[in-house]
């Protein structure tokens, strides 16, 4: 058929090209079980200044400028107290605190990975693809992808992934098409569903075919429940609250999560502070706060679904733990990372640690790992879905997975 | 006959509006395919473009429109990248180029940028506390938000319109490559001496000078924090991402003592929009200051240094000059750079033999960005892509507007903006300094693809403000973007799948067709 009769008989015939057949099959929201959100700081946030190693006097001799002063009783709003040997920065008291007193939180200090290269961007693709150090690199399988995978009974979406990203994360690379929307914004989708059809035909045999009809679909559907959500809010909010930033995403988020997804990913930059760090407030305090206060969001508007929810919170690598000249800190090693849910075992500081004097510290300058984070996030997985040594290894390659007992 | 006169009568009572052009080419194009199977001669006026050249010259700019293809058919492709490699003085139509004069009057540069705004900030912090205070205060940050504002035009507007595709597409590469973000310290203020000073002149021309002309610049000294580094208070910062983003590449055989070796070689060099400061009368020869910028050897750390194994003897800003010299020298740095060309140019896994002989072509010629990229984009590999190119969001956008308005001037660019942002690509706005990713997974995920049909269906409709005086006057032009047009026909037309043919035979209007063509895969690969 010549294309010209075909497009009149097309046409003429009023004729329709199947349909993909695409809607409402990909994100029917399965019944319970658990959920996982990954937040990754991008930038290498200071979490010295975060979890204060207060007990060390050591750390008020290498931040002259910058260091959080003693948890002190006498002093409202200071730094919160977790243990003998930590606290917590004065911005995360009022949000992350109180999830650690309800044992809903659990930090993991001397986390990261072995990546030496203390390059951001080096590291977290390092991380984010989480493979066994020192071999090729597979840019096309990241381990989410690869948890999102182990996961998937053929053929079937048990366990439906997103990322709130405006593009894919390297941690979502792989065969599978993981979609992606930021929660910045959102509005009206702007194709009805004829439109929709037509677009999704297009591409019909095409590489792009699933991302272009993931894509239609989940605009669509966020669309809608970003209305309802709008709507309750409007409605609930006599005392009209507007929450913006971090928060507003952290509730659209877990909305999205509640209702259709078990896997999710966010990433947060702004966290690289060379210069004027500040310490009980500034820079990193205010980026804390927003942080703290999005994940006490998403922790109330899970509602019931938190108790089956586990968040980890982490980030390239940990800074230097000495200020630098310009009362900011440069690129170190070891960080803490975060692992927080309604039923958490938390209200702990876990894994291996040691204390923080000179002599402890990595190449003089920054935290050591003490806790491989494939070897801890492996644990953490095996636990919230009680995986077979196979699946584990299929996300994390030779790595034994460790239990940190954080669920 | 009678089959392509109900065809052409079909459009435009289905469209039920003007489509005279459209109309009659579409009988035209529809000879078309006839005419290059062999059957069927004379296909009238249309001069069909092969697809081999329509892709050589979709990627050597940002898209096609009528002025390229004339130009491309008039000089042939050798002529034609050799003016495009050796572009002079822009020939901008008359309006643009009035736009871009009237944002670049008066001319400053980012000393006299600085020296005002320290002046203005500092009256404002004297100022006692009170609306007069938050007036100064919100002025200030304004202005700069204006400032960046026109960077953001001056870059569009020529990208868009300037006859030197390929060069404006360099400028975008080594922006993005060299990357600063506007929203750190006072980069607002500085982007556009940044682009106009440090970037456009040598994007063409040597490596090393854009590297130098890139370190001494008040934008990238305060990006990547060079502007505090000083004797005992070394900030790596800078001296890392110069050698792992900017010339060596992650893997390129430095090491962390390297990097702090560099960063002490790099000690002094900063910014200073005031006085010469008053030194000791033996550092006073070694002082050096261009603009905003400085050398302040009583910042500098003189000990020797030891850079990539080769002793660096502490004199002062000699040692780098010396440092970068080495640098950009090294194999690896002239791998690194021909590998990011390549991805760019070619796509996600460029041949390592092609990026071997661009490798040797930089060596050769000291690192000379045209030679480097005529060896590029006169190889095989390029003039016969094995697979199509998946464009990034500012090529996809800027070739959209580009084809559906072919050479009309936009009098707006903040829908372009508004669109980039959207797919995360905008310029001045990456926040770390590894710019942009030049490969395409990073483009073609769910969400991106939605976002660019919503674009699509903006521009296809043109439901959007680029006629709108960026005063907020009243628009200048209203109405959607005749997309069915000869360039269309001779360029786009007959390449088109069977699918895509399907899709925008079911356009129940112009602008739907508009849509439906702009979101094609046709539309988005190269």
């Known amino acids: 058929m010549s294309r010209v009769t075909r497009r009149q008989w097309l046409r003429l015939a009023g004729a329709t090209l199947a349909s993909a057949g695409i809607a409402t099959r990909l994100y029917a929201a399965p019944p319970g079980g658990p959920r996982f959100l990954l937040v990754f700081l991008r930038g290498g946030y200071d979490a010295t200044n975060a979890l204060i190693p207060y007990a060390s006097s050591f750390y008020y001799e290498a931040r002259p400028t910058i260091a959080i002063p003693r948890p002190d009783p006498a002093v409202s709003g200071g730094a919160l107290a977790l243990d003998a040997n930590w606290a917590l920065a004065p911005a995360l008291r009022d949000s992350i605190g109180a999830l650690y007193q309800q044992h809903q939180v659990a930090f993991v200090p001397f986390a ?12 977290q693709d390092s991380i984010e693809l989480g493979q066994p150090l020192g071999g090729a690199r597979d840019y096309r399988s990241g381990f989410m992808a690869r948890l999102h995978g182990s996961l998937v009974p053929a053929g079937s979406v048990a366990v439906p992934a997103i990322s709130f990203t405006d593009a894919l994360p390297l941690s979502f690379q792989g065969p599978g098409q993981i979609p992606n929307i930021s929660m910045k914004s959102v509005g009206k989708p702007p194709f009805d569903d004829r439109q929709v059809r037509i677009l999704t035909d297009m591409y019909a045999g095409h590489p792009l075919e699933p991302a272009v009809a993931s894509g239609l679909e989940l605009r669509r559907q966020v669309a809608q429940a970003m209305q309802t959500l709008d709507d309750e809010m409007r409605s609930a909010s006599r005392n009209a609250l507007s929450i913006k930033g971090f928060e507003l995403e952290a509730e659209r988020m877990a909305r999205l999560m509640r209702d259709s997804y078990r896997i999710g990913f966010v990433d947060i930059g702004g966290w690289d502070t060379h210069v004027n760090e500040g310490a009980a407030q500034g820079a990193l305090a205010a980026n804390l706060t927003g942080l703290g206060r999005g994940l006490g969001v998403f922790a109330q508007s899970l509602g019931a679904e938190w108790k089956n929810t586990v968040v980890v919170v982490l980030s390239e690598f940990g800074r230097t733990f000495r200020e630098n000249g310009n009362r900011g800190t440069d690129h170190g090693h070891g960080s803490v990372y975060w692992v927080l849910g309604g039923a958490v075992n938390g209200g702990r500081i876990a894994g291996e640690q040691q204390r923080l004097e000179r002599a402890n510290l990595f190449q003089d300058r920054d935290y050591p790992v003490l806790n491989d984070y494939r070897a801890l996030l492996g644990g953490l997985f ?15 390659p030779q790595i034994a997975p460790l239990d940190l007992k954080l669920i | 006959m009678s089959e392509r006169l109900l065809l052409a009568d079909a459009r435009n009572r289905v469209f039920g509006v003007a489509v005279s052009l459209a109309a009659a080419l579409a009988v035209v194009a529809c000879v078309a395919p006839a005419t290059r199977s062999g059957a069927a001669p004379a296909a009238a006026e249309l001069a069909l473009l092969s697809r081999e050249d329509a892709v050589w010259l979709e990627r050597v700019s940002f898209g096609l429109d009528s002025a390229t293809v004339a130009a491309y058919r008039r000089l042939g492709r050798g002529r034609y990248l050799e003016q495009q490699l050796t572009a002079g003085n822009e020939s901008l139509p008359a309006p643009i180029a009035a736009q871009i004069h009237a944002l670049q009057t008066p001319p400053l540069d980012a000393g006299e ?171 006073q020869k070694l002082y050096l200051r261009r603009g905003a910028f400085e050398f302040n050897p009583a910042r500098h750390d003189f000990t020797n240094k030891v850079l990539l194994g080769r002793n660096i003897a502490g004199q002062g800003f000699g040692e780098v000059e010396q440092a970068v010299t080495l640098i950009v020298r090294d194999k690896a740095c002239a791998r690194f750079i021909s590998r990011e060309l390549a991805t760019y140019f070619v796509g996600d896994a460029p041949p390592p033999h092609l ?40 090529r996809y956008v ?129």
């Open chain 1, 112 to 123: 990261g990975t072995q990546d030496l290269t203390r390059s951001h961007f080096e590291t």
């Open chain 1, 382 to 396: 095996r636990s919230l879905w009680a995986l077979t040594p196979a699946q584990c290894a299929q996300i994390f």
């Open chain 2, 113 to 283: 940028i600085l020296q005002t705004l320290q002046q203005r900030r500092k009256a404002a912090d004297a100022m006692v506390e009170g609306p007069d205070k938050e007036q100064a205060r919100k002025a200030l940050n304004d202005d700069g938000n204006r400032l960046a504002y026109q960077a953001v035009r001056l870059q569009l507007l020529r990208a868009v319109y300037s006859p030197a595709q390929l060069r404006e597409q360099m400028v975008w590469f080594w922006l993005n490559h060299f990357s600063v973000y506007q929203y750190k310290g006072d980069l607002r203020w500085l982007v556009a001496d940044y682009e106009e000073h440090a970037i456009r002149p040598h994007a063409l021309g040597k490596f090393r000078d854009l590297v130098l002309a890139t370190l001494e610049h008040p934008a990238m000294l305060q990006y990547l924090d060079n502007s505090q580094n000083a004797a005992g208070h070394i900030n790596e910062n800078y001296a890392r991402e110069l050698m792992e983003l900017h010339t060596l590449g992650v893997n390129g055989g430095y090491t962390q003592q390297d990097v702090q070796q560099l960063a002490r070689v790099l000690t002094g060099v900063g910014i200073n929009a005031g006085p010469v400061p008053h030194l000791k009368p033996q550092w």
């Open chain 2, 355 to 394: 990026i071997e002989t661009m490798a040797q072509t930089f060596q050769k010629t000291d690192g000379d960005i045209a030679a480097t990229l005529r060896t590029l984009l006169l190889s095989a590999e390029f003039a016969a892509p094995r697979t199509a190119k998946f464009k990034d969001p500012m």
């Open chain 2, 398 to 526: 800027l070739a959209a507007v580009r084809v559906a308005y072919d050479g009309r001037t936009i009098s707006n660019t903040r829908p372009l903006l508004d669109w980039l942002n959207a797919l995360g690509e905008a310029p001045f706005a990456r926040q770390t300094p590894d710019g942009y990713p030049l490969t395409a997974t990073n483009w073609e995920s769910p969400g991106q693809m939605s976002r660019r049909f919503e674009i699509a269906r903006a521009i296809g409709t043109g439901n959007v403000h680029l006629f709108d005086p960026e005063d907020g006057g009243a628009a200048t032009a209203t109405g959607f973007p005749q997309l069915s047009n000869r360039l269309f026909y001779e360029a786009i037309e007959p390449f088109l799948a069977a699918r895509t043919r399907a899709a925008l035979a079911q356009a129940g209007s112009p602008q739907e067709w508009n849509t439906f063509l702009l979101a094609a895969p046709e539309m988005n690969y190269e």
